[in-house]
């Protein structure tokens, strides 16, 4: 059986090309930028004021305190500054453009102005250039500001505006329908009558998506029946990725693998030594890709995150969408008979001396419920039988980790 990290790479191997368009600047928070910006202006576009005061010839206050006439002021937003002649100041605000021939300006804190309103003693000294942001010094016209594959976040969308960039073009979002196998399945509405279970996977695999900025196509509950499956495969087929869960093991009506063969796919690997999620499928038809997650709810989610995540992450444009990995100690024992990775939920917090990992109790892969006060998850290698408390693990940090560490 092949390892995770084969497995990984068997899938970002199969990507198809990536998309771009054109997104607003209203929603481009969270997208990956397809192209560099470069600035279309100087920013600041004249030499800016960085305090409210005087802008003055700093020659002139060499000798400080020295009186100056107030010949003008320029005000955030005024229109031409006005002009300075040595032994002259003019009140400035923050953000107003530095007259002409000023080189520097003093804080109002360190001036004095005359009862009559005509002059101003400044009280210290100022260098050539202080308080003044000069023209083009946070970006020179024509220089990139953002990068491609940059992530849009609150202060790139403030970049954007200063530039007037309205829209810009970002990394398209893959199309993902998703379809939960199963004749056990009732909704979460529905009363399961003996023998059902409601359909979890459904919502976790939507909140997973949803993490990603991805809203999939939820295509219901598919039966046992290799009909039924094709039927809700063919509505799935203008989708970018089909993610199914449920009905890839060895049992008797586990029909996806089949039918996915059936409808033109092809299976690219079926079988990751992992725990859980050992029966996990991925195939490709052309541009399209399907992953077949057990339906077991920490399987599911496990799998999505080991396999989905990277590869629908990749096509948002994201060069590193893996969860990221700590390595912290372990506070207690672990065994597992080897052979697999483990993907066990775990605590794990910043101590003073660096992370600490808790591994909690759960019961198996069906377990959600213990799996849900994780907030990540510990790898247990494959070639390992047990592990010691005190000993270095690693652990990957669950999607909304930083969310969950501010919640409690
Ligand atoms: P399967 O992968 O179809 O063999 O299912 C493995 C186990 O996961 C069975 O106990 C199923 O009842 C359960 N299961 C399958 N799909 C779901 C689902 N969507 N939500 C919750 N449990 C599921
Ligand atoms: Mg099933």
Same mark, same amino acid.
């Given at each position: 059986?092949?390892?995770?990290?084969?497995?990984?790479?068997?899938?970002?191997?199969? $990507?198809?090309?990536?998309?771009?368009?054109?997104?607003?600047? /209203?929603?481009? /928070?969270?997208? &990956?930028?397809?192209?560099?910006?470069?600035?279309?202006?100087?920013?600041?576009?004249?030499?800016? =004021? !960085?305090?409210?005061?005087?802008?003055?010839?700093?020659?002139?206050?060499?000798?400080?305190?020295?009186?100056?006439?107030?010949?003008?002021?320029?005000?955030?937003?005024?229109?031409?500054?006005?002009?300075?002649?040595?032994?002259?100041?003019?009140?400035?605000?923050?953000? !107003?453009?530095?007259?002409?021939?000023?080189?520097?300006?003093?804080?109002?804190?360190?001036?004095?102005?005359?009862?009559?309103?005509?002059?101003?003693?400044?009280?210290?000294?100022?260098?050539?250039?202080?308080?003044?942001?000069?023209?083009?010094?946070?970006?020179?016209?024509?220089?990139?500001?953002?990068?491609?594959? @940059?992530?849009?976040?609150?202060?790139?969308?403030?970049?954007?505006?200063?530039?007037?960039?309205?829209?810009?073009? #970002?990394?398209?979002?893959?199309?993902?329908?998703?379809?939960?196998?199963?004749?056990?399945?009732?909704? #979460?509405?529905?009363?399961?009558?003996?023998? /059902?279970?409601?359909?979890?996977?459904?919502?976790?695999?939507?909140?997973?998506? @949803?993490?990603?900025?991805?809203?999939?196509?939820?295509?219901?509950?598919?039966?046992?029946?290799?009909?039924?499956?094709?039927?809700?495969?063919?509505?799935? =087929?203008?989708?970018?990725?089909?993610?199914?869960?449920?009905?890839?093991?060895?049992?008797?009506?586990?029909?996806?693998?089949?039918?996915?063969?059936?409808?033109?796919?092809?299976?690219?690997?079926?079988?990751?030594?992992? @725990? %859980?999620?050992?029966?996990?499928?991925?195939? @490709?038809?052309?541009?399209?890709?399907?992953?077949?997650? %057990?339906?077991?709810?920490? =399987?599911?989610?496990?799998?999505?995150?080991?396999? &989905?995540?990277?590869?629908?992450?990749? $096509?948002?444009? +994201?060069?590193?969408?893996?969860?990221? *990995?700590?390595?912290?100690?372990?506070?207690?024992?672990?065994? /597992?008979?080897?052979? *697999?990775?483990?993907?066990? %939920?775990?605590? &794990?917090?910043?101590?003073?001396?660096?992370?600490? +990992?808790?591994?909690? *109790?759960?019961?198996?892969?069906?377990? +959600?419920?213990?799996?849900?006060?994780?907030?990540?998850?510990?790898?247990? %290698?494959?070639?390992?039988?047990?592990?010691?408390?005190?000993?270095?693990?690693?652990?990957?940090?669950?999607?909304?980790?930083?969310?969950?560490?501010?919640?409690?």
């Amino acid at each position: 059986m092949i390892s995770v990290e084969q497995a990984v790479e068997i899938v970002l191997g199969n $990507l198809p090309a990536r998309g771009t368009e054109r997104v607003s600047i /209203q929603s481009v /928070q969270g997208r &990956v930028l397809a192209a560099d910006l470069t600035a279309n202006c100087d920013v600041p576009p004249f030499n800016r =004021s !960085a305090m409210d005061g005087y802008a003055v010839c700093a020659a002139d206050t060499v000798g400080a305190p020295v009186s100056l006439e107030i010949a003008g002021e320029s005000r955030a937003g005024g229109g031409g500054a006005a002009t300075l002649r040595p032994g002259r100041a003019v009140s400035v605000m923050t953000g !107003a453009p530095v007259p002409a021939d000023a080189d520097a300006v003093q804080v109002i804190e360190q001036t004095k102005r005359s009862d009559d309103g005509c002059r101003v003693t400044v009280l210290k000294p100022v260098h050539t250039g202080e308080n003044i942001v000069p023209r083009g010094s946070e970006a020179a016209s024509g220089e990139i500001v953002l990068e491609a594959g @940059r992530l849009a976040g609150p202060s790139e969308l403030a970049v954007l505006a200063t530039f007037g960039y309205e829209s810009v073009m #970002v990394w398209r979002r893959p199309s993902v329908a998703l379809l939960t196998t199963g004749d056990e399945l009732v909704e #979460v509405h529905e009363e399961p009558h003996f023998g /059902q279970i409601r359909n979890s996977n459904a919502h976790s695999l939507r909140g997973q998506l @949803r993490l990603m900025g991805i809203e999939a196509d939820y295509l219901g509950i598919a039966r046992d029946d290799k009909q039924n499956l094709r039927d809700r495969m063919a509505q799935a =087929s203008a989708r970018d990725v089909t993610i199914l869960t449920g009905g890839v093991s060895m049992g008797e009506y586990d029909f996806v693998k089949e039918v996915l063969h059936e409808v033109g796919f092809k299976i690219l690997f079926a079988g990751v030594a992992m @725990r %859980p999620g050992k029966p996990t499928v991925f195939a @490709r038809r052309g541009d399209r890709l399907a992953f077949g997650l %057990p339906g077991n709810p920490v =399987s599911t989610f496990i799998a999505f995150e080991n396999f &989905v995540r990277p590869a629908l992450g990749r $096509l948002c444009g +994201i060069a590193r969408p893996e969860l990221p *990995r700590i390595h912290g100690a372990l506070t207690r024992d672990m065994k /597992q008979s080897p052979g *697999r990775t483990a993907y066990l %939920p775990a605590q &794990v917090r910043m101590a003073q001396v660096g992370w600490e +990992i808790e591994p909690l *109790r759960w019961r198996g892969s069906a377990d +959600i419920i213990g799996f849900a006060r994780a907030n990540a998850a510990v790898i247990f %290698p494959a070639d390992r039988d047990s592990m010691k408390g005190g000993e270095t693990a690693e652990a990957l940090l669950l999607p909304d980790y930083f969310q969950r560490s501010q919640a409690r």
